[in-house]
Structure formats: structure tokens, C-alpha cells
DNA sequence: GCCTTGTGTTCGGTAGTACCGAACGCGGTT
DNA sequence: AACCGCGTTCGGTACTACCGAACACAAGGC
């Protein structure tokens, strides 16, 4: 985040560093140990590029976000777009988005087990709930989505792939957690914090442990407005083959929407889903209550 | 494709070039000039992932298809892997696609002004037709598919996102022909050559000139198996608010499905889909015949 | 059992290169 | 005209990305 570059600025331009090398390799651009820089500063500029508006930014723009010259990020914008990452448009060169990300996001889709199967399953849930629904998978215990079918004349929500979700504030983050062990579930809390999101996020660990027990006598997790102001998502977990954690399946909607009532029913029908993309994987279907399994590894 | 690594092997030690510059800076990795070395490799890892199986490749698999040591390319993956754009496996690392690039391809068919708005258009002609339907953004001449919609029940075609497709040998690809100038169309010809697909696949440049007046005359685009072997698809282009041609919508389905007489219903059902593109860009209505505009261009 | 072959990893050392800054040519606005 | 801003090119040097060898570990063969 506050990365800022070693390389002109701090450097006396006279001061010669002995070539005995008292320097070891100079922890790289803040991300890591023993990575290489250039990338890492291209890279960057495709975040940079992704983040900036639709129409594309200028050389300069990207050379100050960068905080690179303009030469050097010339070099890298020109390799990035040989390879269709970056795509200038005609006039007055503006950088976007390449289709080779477009290309690359649909193989990694594909190659994702669970990318083209699971989309006629979710496609049914939408119609049936009247929400959107979406598939999360479990990276490193967060959920990401990678797909994403709107229910039939729902509002669009901006629900952006392919990103993590705060566990303790998505109703697929919670389905997740909530067949991690206690010890799990507190590590996973220690690495983000449970930033408040809504006046309803719950912000203490032992109070989200309270909320997944309930999560797991019902069968589904519950986002009551704890992510967005007004948004409701409800959500069940999905298995693999060797029995662990995969991800996690679920709908979103208004909250003026729902009736209470309808709640439990639309756990059935989530839980219904999730049991089929399980199946899918070959994995087993969501346990009813209590041990997820999972403990021994 | 062939390219060997000048480093090495190539350069004898003692040999300092003179300063005053008679090499030029050494065409770099075979993409083109001036571009950055360790990026443009980094590019070649990532494409070698997303072109090998689904479970990933070890360390050593990607030093031998990128011809660099496992050192080197170890900083790479890591690098990369920082970035989110790859990911290591668990048992024993493998890596894979990461979720970045799944990210940032959604994000890129967001800013693509076609991405979400088409999504509703291209659901209902797929109902309508029965068959898998697209949309394509013209990327220098050619198609590049960025959505996609099946057809209910309809067979799962291998229809791969952001890859550039044939021009003359894709439906939509004629599409976009069909509004250029034969000069226009004899360069891109040129660019890529008329590779035979199939035993339909149009090979000469005065055949497709002919077919593209077919085009005009009709309204829409055929392919009748000139890509793959039984497949059939239809497409009409699609205009921007300039007035030049954007891309185009294309349906395709199993030859042997379509009697010969839903041909003109279906490539008018296309193109009331395509024009409802057109006019959410902005952009005119397909003209009826003749004449397209971009010819003063 | 040991030896072999594979993996991923770390560590020096050097040559090469990626970086910066300055200068150039343009098209726009003041 | 003079002025920014843009993208682009060109030298020169400090730095860094690269390789190769050595290491630790796991799996498979004889």
C-alpha cells in the first residue's frame, strides 16, 4: 500500500556502494522476499490500469501512480500490451484493459472445477429464489467469487469477481468459517481484524463463534446487513472430493424484499444447490449439524 | 514462439560494445523493441499456465517451457504469485491461475461499455433461437467474444472468451468484413491469411469478397461449417456511437438442428438483437443494404 | 536397506539491463 | 507567440535480474 520507491530518491548519486556487497538483496518492492521488481511494477500497473476509469489513463497518469518515469513505465506499458494485457486506444494513446485478461479470466474459470458446471445450477437457483446467486470458492479460507447469475429482473448489484470477501461479514464467508475449528476461525479473524462494515457487522470474535454454531444447526449462514446497509445474503458451504471446504454458494437481495417467513425456505433451496455442486465434485453433502470433518487436517 | 535466450550463450565476455552505440538496444524477447525483458517472460508464465491442464504445473515444468532456470523463474512465480495472478497449489506446489486474473477479466468486460449492459439482450436471443449465443468486440479487425450466453439445453460448446477468432472463417468475423472497404478487407487478409479450417473454409481472397457482398445484400452473416466441422452460426455487427463497427452478435448450433428455412428468421432475430446493441451504444441502426459509412474513413 | 532421480529451495557473482533524467517533436490552450 | 501538457527517444550508470552450483527433502527402483 505505502510503497514507496528506494530507487532515485534515496540514493546519493555520489555515493558509490563498496562492491563487496554488505547489501543483501534489499527486500524488493515491500511485497515480498526474492521477487522480481520489474514485474512486480507491471503488475501493479494492471491493478493500477483495472482500478482507473473506463475510457483508460495516459501515460503520465500511470507513470505517477507508479511513481516511475515516464520512460520506464513506457517499457513496461509496451511489453504489457505485447502480450494483450493493456490495449491503447486510437486517439491520443489511452491505456485500458486487453482482452488477453478477458481471456485469461475465462480459462481460469474453466480450469476451476467448479467454472461451467455449476452455472445451469445456479441459473436455476436465481429463478427460483428471485435473487442473484452466486458461487464462491475457499481461497486460503476467504471466500472469492468467480460466478455470477442474476435472478430475473433483480436489481444489479455490484458484485465484483474474482475478489475476497470479509469472511465475518458474507453470508459465504460465515458458511465457510463455520466449518472451520474454533482455533481456525480465530486465526483466520487475527490476519484481517472484523472491520466494521454496517452497524450490524459483528465485530467480536466470540460473538461471530455464538453465530456460527447457529449457522450450523440451521444449515446455512445468514448476512443480515452486515456487509451492506439493506443487502441480505444467505448462504451454505459446498464440499470437494477429499471432503474439505471447496466454497460456498449464495443468494443476495434486498431486505425490504424478504419476509421473514421466507427465510427458511430459501435455505432449503440454497442448501439444495450447494448439495448438487457438492455432488458435482464428488464431494459429500453438507453434514446436518456439528462436525464438519475438516478437524483432522 | 522460437525464441533462445541471447544472454548466456550468445555475448562473448570480453566483448564491450562500443558507446558510441552501432547495436541498437537489441531487439528484446522477440515480441518487439523496447519492451522489458523479465515482464515479457512473466507474460509467456502466465500464459504457459493458463495453457496447461487444470491442475497446474510444478516449478521445473515452467523452466523448461520458458527455457530460463528454475531460479529465475522461481522469482517470476513468486512474484506473480504476489500479485495474485498465479497460485500454488497445496501438496506440492503446483501453481495455477490465480484469482486476480479472474478479477481482472471481470472487470475488464465491465469496462468494455458492452460488458453487463448486452447480458440481458444476449439471454433472451439465446431463448429465442435455442442456440449458444455471443457478443463480440472488434479488436483491430477481428472478433474477440466477450460474452456468452447457451441456449437452453443447447449443447456446451468449446467457446473460449478473449481470444481473437478468424475473420474470414467466423460469422461474426464476416460481420465485421462486410462493413469494410475491400482494401480494408485485403489487408487483413493479408495479416493472417485464409487458413483452411474445414473443407468449407473460404481460402481466397476474391471468394470472401464475393460471400461479403452476400452479406451486405442479406442483413447478417453465415458460417456454414467454414470454422468447425458441423457447426453453424450466423452474426450481424453491431455499431458504436461514432459510427464505426464495434463488434458483433452471432449464434451458434448444430447444423444438422437448423432446417434451411429458419435461416432468414434467425438471422432476423439476430439482428434485432444486434441493433438493440447498436442503440444502447448509441450508435445507428445496421443499414439495409450497400453502402455501411465507414468507407470515408 | 541404499542409491538414484526428481522436486523446491538458497546463495554468490557477474554481466547485462532496467532504470532515470534530459532533450526532442507535437498539439492543444492561455 | 509562448506556454504547458502529451508521448517519444537517447545515453550512461548503478543496480538487479539472471544463471549455476549446492542444498534439503520425497518418492521410486534395484
Known amino acids: 500500500m505505502s510503497d514507496q ?73 509496451r511489453t504489457l500490451a505485447a502480450a494483450g494485457m493493456l490495449r491503447d486506444a486510437k486517439p491520443g494513446p489511452r491505456y485500458t484493459l486487453g482482452t488477453t485478461v478477458i481471456r485469461l479470466g475465462d480459462i481460469a474459470r474453466g480450469q476451476l472445477p467448479l467454472g461451467d458446471l455449476s452455472r445451469p445450477l445456479l441459473t436455476e437457483l436465481a429463478e427460483e429464489t428471485k435473487m442473484t446467486s452466486r458461487l464462491a470458492i475457499c481461497d486460503e479460507g476467504f471466500p472469492v467469487f468467480i460466478e455470477r447469475v442474476d435472478g430475473p429482473g433483480s436489481v444489479r448489484f455490484h458484485t465484483p469477481l474474482g475478489q475476497r470477501e470479509m469472511p465475518h461479514a458474507s453470508a459465504a464467508g460465515k458458511a465457510i468459517l463455520a466449518t472451520m475449528t474454533e482455533q481456525q476461525v480465530r486465526d483466520m479473524c487475527a490476519q484481517t481484524g472484523l472491520p466494521r462494515r454496517t452497524s450490524h457487522t459483528i465485530t467480536d470474535v466470540d460473538s461471530l463463534l455464538a453465530n456460527l454454531e447457529l449457522v450450523r444447526s440451521n444449515g446455512f449462514a445468514i448476512d443480515d446487513e452486515e456487509d451492506a446497509e439493506g443487502i441480505f445474503c444467505l448462504g451454505t458451504a459446498i464440499f470437494g472430493h477429499d471432503g474439505a471446504v471447496a466454497g460456498a454458494v449464495s443468494v443476495t437481495g434486498i431486505k425490504g424484499d424478504l419476509p421473514a417467513w421466507r427465510v427458511n425456505e430459501l435455505g432449503q433451496a440454497v442448501r439444495r444447490a450447494a448439495d448438487q455442486v457438492s455432488h458435482i465434485l464428488g464431494g459429500p453433502r453438507q453434514k446436518d449439524t456439528g462436525r464438519t470433518g475438516s478437524e483432522t487436517a
Chains 1, 2 share one sequence.
Open 5 to 77: 520507491e528506494p530507487r532515485g530518491a534515496a540514493a546519493p548519486p555520489g555515493a558509490q556502494r563498496p562492491p563487496d556487497g554488505g547489501a543483501p538483496p534489499a527486500d524488493d518492492d515491500g511485497t515480498g522476499r526474492y521477487t522480481v521488481r520489474s514485474v512486480a511494477r507491471a503488475m501493479r500497473l494492471v491493478q493500477i490500469v483495472a482500478d482507473g476509469p473506463a475510457n483508460g489513463l495516459t501515460l503520465s497518469d500511470l507513470a505517477r501512480s507508479l511513481g516511475t518515469s515516464k520512460s520506464t513505465t513506457l517499457a513496461l506499458a
